[in-house]
């Protein structure tokens, strides 16, 4: 995967503008920050670390990494559809103050089974200081994200995250085709 | 909160056991030796050997649940079965190897058309360019390993038929028939078998234009083929592997690697779905039987071709290890998979399964033909692994 398709992929598979959706927010409607950061610094890691794990983890599940693309593609797929039909997600309940970006800010919105396959196929293939460098391209798109309040930003937002999550289809479809192809 | 926690991870691991279950189930390679290798070879070699009958024909099938020989016969899978014979002999220097495949061609060399300005193999009622083709490849092979020439005049011959059959675009008619010549009609594998006989004419008699000739078929394949004989996607063609992985150096065009490259893609996804059939539970429901020996036998011998083209064009070096994978395990799905002396010994003929791949009760002399040439292709990839190379 070229370093562009890479972060395209962990921005449609992260989706700040969806994920802005459903993070806690102070009585203003900006984001809180430190769950933002806190969130955003564990997803790094998460990424980071399925994609160290990436090549011993297929080995013992007996997964060729070009088979696993075709895993991490096809999930990719329902994954876009299913964002693109449900454009916020549904409000979670939160853990008090830093706490919130451990829940649910890092899991279950951004650390998503999407993002997880996404780290493991790219971390056979791209290694993990790019795959954790994809993943923090998104977690800044998601701080840029964090002032953003009123009715007319948060509906370009929404939109915004639809486009993301059609793109993450595509992305899923060229992943598929790409493990079909891969020798 | 818990609850919604419980609730997210429960479509994790339900969402990750479907994943496994149905998309990515896992990847079985059973450990193999160059030797069990070898051993299987000859054990699928002494199955068409002891198929060989007076006229020149080799036992086509048997279904041992009904314990019935079948009657079929198949001219271009008779070809084949020669030239793996010539294969097996040039690999293994079986002389039981060379008087099967030397049966089969003297079977052959009854039948030809001496049409003037060319020679065609014509068993009753079909003059076709594959099963000259095959037969062509088979004897460029007995050349090769013999060393004898007696036949080089009607090797020629064949070639010429071969070229008549070529039309100006490099498509390869199917069949020649008395009064009109190449009819306008492509058969599935035809064309490749074509291009491979011309391009080992070409190692044969070098300098005669064989190349050259092969080289208009090659770029019909790469370029036009599929969707001109309305193909919705590129066929898998173990034959213009072949071709490709045998073409003179000289004549290897970027785009005809990068058609390789391809074609290595397509082999590569069958080998590795084959890998994760297991044949029961429910792995059978999302994967069916292990596929027939013939089919992952052509794409292990597609592979093992390419393989070959990897080594010697560092153009495609980058794709060599992962091309040497799927052929190890390939060989070692297959050593598992053959009917071994003691589980064929409570049959009804032992000797008609010893050594032999069957599908779901079955098995046709192409099952071994495909199988052994993937075999032969993985000799030597194990045996540089074994060696640390």
């Keep these: 995967m070229s370093s562009a398709l890479l972060v395209v992929a962990f921005l449609a598979a992260a989706n700040p503008f969806r994920s802005r959706g459903s993070i806690p927010e102070e009585a203003s409607g900006r984001a809180r920050l430190v769950p933002v950061l806190v969130g955003g610094a564990l997803l790094i890691g998460s990424v980071a670390a399925l994609a160290w794990w990436s090549g011993p983890m297929l080995r013992a599940l007996q997964i060729t990494p070009e088979t696993f693309k075709i895993a991490a593609g096809f999930v990719a797929v329902l994954a876009g559809g299913y964002a693109f039909v449900v454009p916020t997600p549904s409000t979670e309940p939160e853990l008090a103050g830093w706490r919130a970006g451990v829940w649910p800010v890092w899991y279950p919105r951004l650390f998503a089974p999407e993002v997880m396959a996404l780290a493991v196929t790219a971390g056979t293939g791209n290694g993990v200081a790019a795959s954790a460098g994809a993943a923090a391209v998104a977690v800044g798109g998601l701080l840029a994200l964090v002032p953003v309040r009123g009715q007319v930003a948060r509906r370009l937002v929404v939109w915004l995250g639809r486009i993301l999550s059609a793109a993450l289809v595509v992305v899923g479809i060229w992943l598929t085709i790409d493990g079909i192809r891969d020798v | ?389």
Excluded at chain 2, 68 to 74: E, I, L, Q
Excluded at chain 2, 126 to 132: A, C, D, K, L, R
Excluded at chain 2, 268 to 289: A, D, M, P, T
Aim: net charge negative; proline share 5%.
């Design chain 2, 1 to 389: 909160m818990r609850r919604r926690l419980a609730l997210h991870l429960s479509v994790l691991v339900v969402g990750a056991a479907v994943v496994r279950v149905a998309v990515v189930p896992a990847e079985v390679c059973p450990p193999v030796t160059s030797g069990e290798v070898r051993a299987a070879v000859d054990a699928a070699a002494g199955w068409l050997e002891r198929g060989v009958q007076p006229s020149g024909r080799y036992t086509y099938g048997y279904d041992r649940d009904a314990d019935v020989v079948s009657p079929d016969y198949n001219e271009v899978r008779h070809a084949g079965l020669v030239m793996v014979l010539y294969q097996a002999f040039a690999a293994t220097s079986s002389s039981e190897a060379l008087r099967a495949g030397d049966a089969g061609l003297q079977r052959a060399l009854g039948q030809l058309l001496d049409h003037g300005d060319w020679i065609a193999w014509a068993p009753p009622g079909e003059v076709t360019s594959g099963g000259n083709g095959l037969l062509l490849a088979g004897m460029a092979i007995r050349r090769a390993a013999t060393g004898d020439t007696t036949h080089d005049g009607i090797m020629r011959g064949i070639g010429r038929f071969l070229k008549e059959m070529q039309f100006p675009d490099g498509s390869v008619s199917s069949d020649w028939r008395e009064g009109t010549g190449p009819i306008d009609n492509h058969s599935l594998y035809s064309t490749g078998e074509t291009a491979w006989a011309l391009v080992l004419m070409d190692r044969e008699f070098p300098g005669e234009g064989w190349g050259e000739a092969a080289v208009r078929t090659i770029d019909y394949m790469v370029s036009d083929r599929d969707r001109a004989e309305g193909r919705f996607s590129r066929l898998p063609d173990h034959w213009a592997a072949h071709a490709l992985a045998d073409l003179r150096s000289d004549l290897r065009a970027d785009p005809r690697l990068d058609y390789a490259r391809r074609l290595a893609g397509y082999f590569s996804i069958r080998l590795r779905f084959e890998s994760q059939r297991l044949g029961k539970g429910i792995n059978l429901l999302v994967r069916w039987y292990p596929g027939t020996p013939a089919g992952v036998g052509t794409a292990g011998e597609g592979m093992g071709a390419l393989h070959r083209l990897a080594v010697d064009d560092p153009r495609l070096s980058d794709l060599a290890e992962g091309i040497d994978d799927r052929i190890v395990c390939t060989a070692g799905l297959m050593v598992d998979r053959q009917v071994t002396p003691a589980e064929s010994a409570d049959g009804a003929h032992p000797l008609l399964e010893e050594g032999a791949w069957f599908y779901r009760g079955y098995t046709q002399m192409d099952d071994q033909q495909h199988t052994i040439t993937a075999l032969l292709e993985a000799l030597p990839v194990l045996a540089a692994r074994e060696a640390g190379r």
